[in-house]
């Protein structure tokens, strides 16, 4: 993760919440990346030590999980039509119409459905400004 996005992870203002299946996902990408990194030495001998092996325990004490059981059935339907193109961003749009809270994305599937989407960018420059 950027050094952008690790300010915001772990901004005490900030109350992050996060599906089970968003939650695999961005595991997949994150083991992805970080091995390419390592194949790369892009990453320096310490931080190898440092590197998280499990993105769940990274991800602990910053992100709530919620486990798409508790939301889906209630708002399945509706986000389905939010978000048709990529069914995999459907639970994390139900749980935005379910919660009222905004999505914190870089994937455009999310933009113009209707619910508030915010970029790391702008989310990063909303909450330093507020500081």
Known sequence: ????????LTHPELDLWMTERATREAAHVFDRRLQVHLERNRISPVDRSEAPIDFRRFLDGYVTVVPDTSYL???GREAALRVPD???DQPTA???LVTGVAIW???THFW????SAWRT?????????SQ
Request: hydrophobic fraction near 35%; include cysteine; glycine fraction near 12%.
């Open 73 to 75: 059935a209630s708002v």
């Open 86 to 88: 990529d069914p995999d």
């Open 105 to 107: 994305t870089e994937d």
């Open 1 to 8: 993760m950027r050094t952008g996005g690790q300010e915001l």
């Open 121 to 129: 960018d702008r989310l990063r420059a909303v909450v330093t400004k």
């Open 94 to 96: 139900a749980l935005a």
């Open 112 to 115: 113009g459905c209707g619910l």
